[in-house]
Nanobody
Framework: QLQLVESGGGLVQPGGSLRLSCAAS????????IGWFRQAPGKEREGVSC????????NYADSVKGRFTISRDNAKKTVYLQMNSLKPEDTALYFC?????????????????WGQGTQVTVSS
């Protein structure tokens, strides 16, 4: 059974860092692009970053460019999101998702499989 499990969320002060992980099981990660999305209370789910199946292409939302870095280790079947210089507005439930397109857009419709999410709270 295809499964994605996020981890690494937590409470961090503004300016701090977190590294989220998205662990895949039940399928070969190499064939899928992976996106990170987030959803704050009362807001739409928005795309944060994505990485192509081979890892050669990445994309970031303007709000996180220069602060977040996405990477993947297909041997470990894990995708990471390094988040630096965190701001209170980064507070949200973060999801990873797998898509069958080689490099899909940062839109929810382009992804087929979703994890349950990990909470990130940025507060002093």
């Amino acid at each position: 059974q295809l499964q994605l499990v996020e981890s690494g969320g937590g409470l961090v002060q503004p300016g701090g860092s977190l590294r989220l992980s998205c662990a895949a099981s039940g399928f070969t990660l190499d064939y899928y692009s992976i996106g990170w999305f987030r959803q704050a209370p009362g807001k739409e789910r928005e795309g944060v970053s994505c990485i192509s199946s081979g890892g050669g292409m990445t994309n970031y939302a303007d709000s996180v460019k220069g602060r977040f870095t996405i990477s993947r280790d297909n041997a470990k079947k894990t995708v990471y999101l390094q988040m630096n210089s965190l701001k209170p507005e980064d507070t949200a439930l973060y999801f990873c998702a797998a898509g069958t397109l080689q490099f899909p857009p940062l839109q929810t419709y382009a992804y087929n499989y979703w994890g349950q999410g990990t909470q990130v709270t940025v507060s002093s």
